[in-house]
């Protein structure tokens, strides 16, 4: 078994080429092909992650080659882009490189903010989608179970995550920049979701009156409240989504972060007005069409380069950092898989079981307890008995080894068994949804 990744992200694609591909755990696509790519005899398990600056297809395959082929004719049909141009934008990653690659996504060190703390809840959601459609097992949970250790390594190790910025926020800092005070301007959101949640969270921040829609009434009331609980003094009213075509003419500001899969603001909504007008659109598939108009001024994520780039600078010295700790993590990844072959564990817990057998046999013999020409026959005794007595134990150890349940098994003996063991590795990896959640067993 392999591990392998295809990336595609903001360094290698732009934001164009990545809406054709999103496959966010919405879209009703994104199950179709999950499902037919685990289907596929070169490839074991698939997690999909998809984000709006990256897309990485997270595979546990048995010949990343052929793995590889069937994924990109796959994405070719599914986007109608060609093999040789998807080809051409990808990043592919196996083994060590797909491990490191995976735990520096996590870590947020390959984010387009870096120390953004959105991606491992994203990861989360990818994995807990791909694991309820059966697509996620043993090899793919272990490896994104020790993704998020790493991740935690890195924030509490650190600096990087400190005072953090998101698209969200880089979007937010940007208005700031623009308007010089945000404070009492009146501000237009449109979405309910995650990235607009954080919108709403920092611009209340700022003291603005926040004017929030959302296609469904309920789930904008829903944020509201929320954010009131939190921000008891916070100016938001909701609104129903009829108004968006009068108020994108009357106000200045605009963030829209919906999910819809196509463009909700269109030229033919736009009149002409005398003010400026700063649109952020933070959707991926975006949310604003191309508009004609001089006096409007439309920022896409990949438009936020600016603020992001200062803010790479500032935590350059943190990301080395970061990096040696994503280093360390990749290497006792391996070396802890290695130590689940349950073969050496039993080799292990049999000559202890001799060793001690053989030491008392000794003492009986030294203080006379025990004849010593009796000694061969003894021996062989208790070889026998403790044969006898490991003889089960070998086979249900076994048994278990490639499932699950088998980890925390093999590490519990290990423990009991073995000097020098750390704290139990099992212990360390997992999730918030392995908690409540048994994995599922090949």
């Known amino acids: 078994m392999d591990y392998y990744i295809l990336s595609y992200s ?21 199950k179709k092909l999950l499902l037919e790519l685990v289907e596929n005899k070169f490839i074991e398990e698939a997690v999909i992650l998809s984000t709006c600056n990256r897309i990485e297809f997270i595979l546990s395959v048995h010949n990343p080659q052929k793995a590889e082929e069937f994924l990109f004719a796959k994405l070719c049909d599914y986007s109608g882009i060609s093999e ?18 995976l735990f520096s996504v996590a870590s947020s060190l390959d984010s387009l903010v870096v120390g953004e703390t959105q991606i491992s809840g994203q990861l989360k959601n990818a994995f807990k989608f791909s694991y309820d459609l059966g697509c996620c097992s043993l090899s793919l949970s272990r490896a994104i179970h020790f993704a998020f250790r790493c991740a935690a390594s890195v924030r509490n190790s650190t600096n990087i995550s400190q005072n953090s910025v998101s698209v969200a926020s880089t979007a937010v800092v940007k208005a700031r920049e623009v308007f010089g005070n945000l404070k009492g301007q009146k501000v237009l959101v449109v979405g309910a979701g995650e990235m607009s949640s954080l919108c709403v969270k920092h611009l209340v921040n700022h003291e603005v009156q926040i004017i929030l829609l959302n296609r469904d009434i309920e789930n904008a009331e829903r944020l ?15 609104l129903s989504f009829r108004n968006l075509g009068v108020l ?6 605009v963030f829209t972060a919906t999910g819809a899969p196509h463009t909700i603001i269109t030229q033919d909504m736009v009149e002409k007005k005398e003010i400026s007008r700063y649109w952020f659109d933070l959707a991926v598939p975006r949310d604003i069409d191309q508009i004609h108009d001089e006096k409007i001024h439309i920022f896409a994520v990949d438009d936020l380069q600016d603020i992001v780039k200062k803010n790479l600078a500032l935590r350059e010295e943190q990301a080395k ?41 000794q003492k009986g013999i030294a203080k006379g307890y025990l004849p010593k020409e009796y000694e061969k026959n003894i021996e062989k005794t ?29 590490e519990s003996l290990r423990f009991l068994f073995e000097e020098n063991t750390e704290t139990i590795m099992v212990e360390k990896y997992k999730c918030e949804y392995s908690d409540n959640k048994p994995l599922k067993e090949d």
């Open 10 to 30: 903001h360094k290698n694609t732009d934001i164009a080429l990545r809406e054709k591909l999103a496959l966010d755990t919405k879209n009703k696509n994104t």
């Open 84 to 101: 040789d141009s998807l080809k051409k934008h990808a990043d592919s990653y196996d083994n060590i490189a797909a491990i490191h690659h």
């Open 224 to 238: 509201r409240k929320e954010v009131l609980q939190n921000s008891p003094k916070a100016n938001i009213e909701v």
């Open 248 to 253: 994108i003419n009357q106000l200045p500001l």
């Open 321 to 361: 950092v970061a990096y040696g700790i994503v280093g360390r993590c990749t290497q006792e990844f391996f070396a802890w898989l290695q130590t689940l072959n349950v073969e050496p564990l039993i080799k292990a817990i049999r000559q202890q079981a001799k060793d001690s057998s053989l030491k008392e046999l």
């Open 382 to 410: 208790l070889h026998n008995a403790f044969n006898t007595f490991l003889h089960q134990l070998t086979i249900n150890l076994k048994s278990v080894a490639n499932t699950s349940k088998g980890d925390g098994i093999i």
